[in-house]
């Protein structure tokens, strides 16, 4: 009984994993098909001639490359700030001592109820009396640091022994100097999963970037390509060619990390 209740689990678990891999599949099929293919009815599951013509346009004739390096050099500035300032912020509300610690900590838990779209409007503004608007700046200021990541650090460090630090201060090593050398090292785990996820977040973003960039040469890859998909409706294969180039990187970047990701995510719901 208990082997059948087994095979019907990892069949079910198998044709779920399926059903959900499958537009992925498809999708990358219908990347090397040539134009028109996809739309024919029924339409086929793989390309029966592959061909690059529809990579070879995106990056020639519509400028894909210049979009993929807008977003590639924004994703990795947001992720080095954010790693730094929320580990700095996370390290501070857990181990340093000052007036209203927990209230502004408690104050920054808060805000996390609020949606995101409620500061969209007064941080636009902010941007454009500072003459940021239509820059990379704008995208990347907002994220430099998150409530998240600094909560996800703190609950972390909050694991680090006292006596550790105590007696660094005592050898007379400076705060900043035990931030770098002994609190920085302890945090890997946590701060690997957190630029995971940051990394990710900011590649993916499509709303804020649409808002603040009005520029097309300063547009990131997701608004570029939602902006083409207008613009050639009818081309399916085009389209998920430029989704397949998208994916790619980020799907790349979990596979490697993925066990880090995992790692983080479990050692820091134990010690959080």
């Known amino acids: ?91 501070a509300f857990a181990k340093l001592r000052f007036v209203g610690r927990e209230q502004v900590f408690r104050t920054l838990l808060a805000a996390l109820v609020m949606p ?24 990347i200021i907002p994220s430099m640091a998150t409530i998240y990541g600094i909560f996800m650090v703190r609950q972390y460090a909050l694991a680090i022994p006292d006596s550790l630090l105590d007696a660094a201060r005592l050898d007379g090593a400076s705060e900043w100097r035990l931030f770098f050398t002994i609190v920085l090292p302890l945090l890997r785990p946590v701060l690997a999963t957190l630029g995971i996820f940051t990394f990710l977040s900011a590649w993916n973003d499509f709303m804020w970037p649409l808002i603040v960039l009005t520029g097309s040469e300063n547009y990131t890859l997701p608004v570029a390509l939602a902006i083409l998909s207008t613009e050639h409706v009818q081309d ?37």
């Open 1 to 91: 009984m208990r082997y059948v209740k087994v095979v019907i689990t990892n069949v079910a678990v198998a044709v779920l994993g399926f059903l959900v891999a499958a537009p992925l599949l498809w999708m990358v099929g219908a990347a090397f098909m040539p134009r028109g293919t996809a739309q024919t009815y029924p339409p086929p599951l793989w390309p029966t001639a592959p061909t690059l013509q529809n990579f070879r346009e995106l990056f020639s004739r519509l400028h894909l490359g210049r979009y993929l390096l807008n977003s590639l050099a924004i994703s990795l500035a947001i992720t080095s700030f954010a790693l730094l300032l929320n580990a700095m912020a996370g390290y």
């Open 116 to 139: 995101l779209q409620v500061g969209m409007l007064p941080l636009f503004l902010m941007l454009k009396q500072l003459g940021l608007i239509n820059t990379y700046w704008a995208v």
């Open 236 to 272: 399916a294969e085009l389209m998920m060619a430029g989704s397949l180039i998208t994916i790619l990187p980020v799907l790349c970047l979990f596979i490697l990390l993925q066990r880090q990701l995992i790692g983080g995510i479990m050692v820091g719901g134990v010690k959080g």
